[in-house]
Structure formats: C-alpha cells, structure tokens
C-alpha cells in the first residue's frame, strides 16, 4: 500500500453546518477541508439544516432539539446512505476541523472504519499542560464499504434516545463510541487532533513546553484538528484565527516539531487506541 490517495476507491467527504451567520474561522476551516477534497479528487457534498431531517421527528422531539445530538445520528446516517448509493468510502469532518497540512493527509483505513484519537489537554493552575483524558471523538472518521458496525453504531444510538432521558450528546457521542471501542476494537485515527482552547492559546501565544506536552500527550504528527465551536465562548475569533495562521503556516510544525520519526506517520491506524482499558479515566498527567 502507498501514501497515494486517489479517486478509486470512490470517495466523498461530507460536512455540514448552518448556511447563514457562519462564524470567518469556520468558514476558513470549512474551505481548508474543500481544498484538500479537491486535491484529492474526492467528491465533496455539504449540508445545512436540512441535514437534520435524516434522524425523524421521534429523535428530534426526543432530544429537544440539541444540534449535536442530532448530528451525532445523522452523521451515520448520511454515511449509511452514501455507501447504499454507491459510494465506496465516505469521510465525515465536523465544520470546525482545520486541515493545515493537506499535502500530508492521507485518509483511509484497512479496518472497514475508523473513528479519531482524542488526548484533551488543559492548563492546570500551575499554567503547565495537564492530560485531563484520552478517548476517542467522531469530529472525523472513515467508513467503507467494508465497515461491519455502522448498522450497530445507527440502531444503538436510536435505542438510548429512545428509552433512555438524554441529558448530554455525549450519551449518544464520544462517550458512546469511547465506550464501545474496547469490545468492538474500533480502528483509530491519529492524523486529525482535538484542541481545547488551552490548546489554541497556547498555539497562538508561540507557549513552545505547552505545544511539546501537546504533542507528545497526542503521540502522532496531525496533519489536522477540530478547533472546538462547542468551546467558542472561551476565545475570540482573533485569537483562533491567530493560532490556525501558526498552525498553517507551518504545516503543523509548531506541534509536530517536537515529534520525531519513531512517532510513525500521522494517517488513519489500523488497530485499536493504545491503553484502551485506560479509556476515558481521569488522568492527572501534567507536562
């Protein structure tokens, strides 16, 4: 196998967000994804509310209309209909993953599917970089023709909302996934990183110890992240965009510097997330 991604197999990369009021920095992420897709002669398909549709009135009245719930079915959803229709692999990127580093991103997986290696930092009252957990997110992954739990992922999620109060999107999210990898040894991506605005200041401040603990908490070079819309109350546009400059005018280096080669390439694993009985503990890992 190569580190060439071409057209065949048949791909599309799918995101969605709302179409109006969309905030410079999400635009600017949303492009960077585009283009990548683009250069890969991937086919591209973007959805705005209607996306919402895909989950049935029951769901939506179920979980009070919270917009990642939502989106944690009906990105499935999509999935699933894109594969039926003929699509070989589909590639979901949440609308605030930031590619920086297109040349380098490479997408797929031999496992049927993949979803991404969480390791979320904060600064501790010490201004140090803590490793609060490590777990798995569903901001990107990869499904294929191939995949065997898609259905599973689908009927599961329908079933908690169904019988169960939602008081969380993590229930029928990352918690969700996170929980189920062990048992199902879900495939993990490495390649697409999840910053908390800890992680973005430190980017736009130039912090090199917090940028390096970033790094090696991860453990694999990105090529790109989810910049956290859920976390935009705690940052200024300015101060976002000032960390994505950083991060793509070096292609990632100011993070993947500190790595060296016996990190492997940053690209989709085949094998499950290390430490996986370790999943989702609260660790006080500091750096």
């Known amino acids: 196998m190569t580190d060439d991604a071409s057209a065949d197999p048949r791909t599309l990369v799918v995101q969605s967000f709302r179409r109006t009021d969309v905030p410079d920095w999400i635009e600017r992420c949303l492009d960077s994804v585009r283009r990548w897709t683009q250069s890969r002669g991937f086919d591209y398909a973007f959805y705005g509310d209607e996306f919402y549709d895909l989950c049935g009135s029951d769901y939506l009245a179920r979980v009070g209309g919270n917009p990642r719930s939502i989106t944690n079915l009906a990105r499935l959803e999509i999935t699933r209909i ?37 390791a979320w930092v904060t600064k501790g009252a010490d201004g140090r970089a803590h490793l609060a957990y490590t777990s798995l997110h569903n901001a990107a992954f990869i499904f294929t023709r191939r995949q065997t739990d898609l259905e599973l992922f689908i009927r599961i999620i329908r079933h908690i909302v169904l019988t169960r109060s939602i008081s969380s999107n993590y229930q029928v999210g990352v918690r969700l996934i996170s929980g189920l990898a062990y048992s199902l040894d879900i495939p993990v991506i490495t390649c697409v990183g999840m910053f908390s605005p800890d992680v973005i200041d430190a980017i736009a401040d130039g912090r090199r110890r917090f940028m390096r603990a970033v790094a090696l908490f991860h453990g694999h070079k990105m090529q790109a992240a989810n910049l956290g819309w859920s976390q935009a109350e705690h940052f200024t546009e300015a101060r976002m965009m000032t960390a994505m400059d950083r991060l793509e005018s070096t292609a990632g280096a100011v993070l ?15 094998g499950p997330l290390p430490l996986m009985r370790r999943l989702l503990s609260w660790r006080d890992t500091r750096w």
Request: net charge negative.
């Open 82 to 118: 894109k594969l039926a229709e003929g699509y070989d692999q589909v590639i979901w990127f949440d609308a605030d993953v930031f590619v920086f580093d297109p040349d380098r991103l490479v997408v797929r997986t031999d496992a049927g599917y993949a979803f991404s290696r969480e």
């Open 256 to 270: 993947n510097g500190y790595l060296d080669d016996a990190a492997g390439p940053a690209r989709f694993a085949g």
